[in-house]
Nanobody, 127 residues
Framework: QVQLVESGGGLVQAGDSLRLTCTAA????????VAWFRQAPGKEREFVAG?????????FQSDSMEDRFTIFRRYDKNEVYLEMLSPIPEDTAVYYC???????????????????WGQGTLVTVSS
């Protein structure tokens, strides 16, 4: 079992980059597939990007967002990152990281497949 903690949210101008960090308190994140989801006010939670633990560190992303986000992880720091490359105001949301314990090769884009969730970090993109 892991406790996930997100950080890095805040106010950012459209077009400026922002990096979100997900780390595991009291455990290791390195054996889990980890994904980022987001939830904007009045909208359902949606998948953004994920990364698994296969040898080649396969990533998988939302088709509609892959040009603005990138995901990567550092095993030495026990962290997974979501880089917002060129955010737009529509990217304003609470961003959550989630971990799937079913196996490091998962590529699920469904929130129900992730057992562990952080509390979220708010990102506000101004125009």
């Amino acid at each position: 079992q892991v406790q996930l903690v997100e950080s890095g949210g805040g106010l950012v101008q459209a077009g400026d980059s922002l990096r979100l960090t997900c780390t595991a308190a009291g455990g290791t994140l390195n054996t889990y597939t980890v994904a980022w989801f987001r939830q904007a006010p009045g909208k359902e939670r949606e998948f953004v990007a994920g990364i698994n633990t296969l040898h080649r560190l396969s990533t998988f992303q939302s088709d509609s967002m892959e040009d603005r986000f990138t995901i990567f992880r550092r095993y030495d720091k026990n962290e997974v990152y979501l880089e917002m490359l060129s955010p737009i105001p529509e990217d304003t949301a609470v961003y959550y990281c989630a971990a799937d314990e079913s196996g490091g090769g998962s590529k699920s884009r469904y929130a129900d497949d992730y057992e562990y969730w952080g509390q979220g970090t708010l990102v506000t993109v101004s125009s």
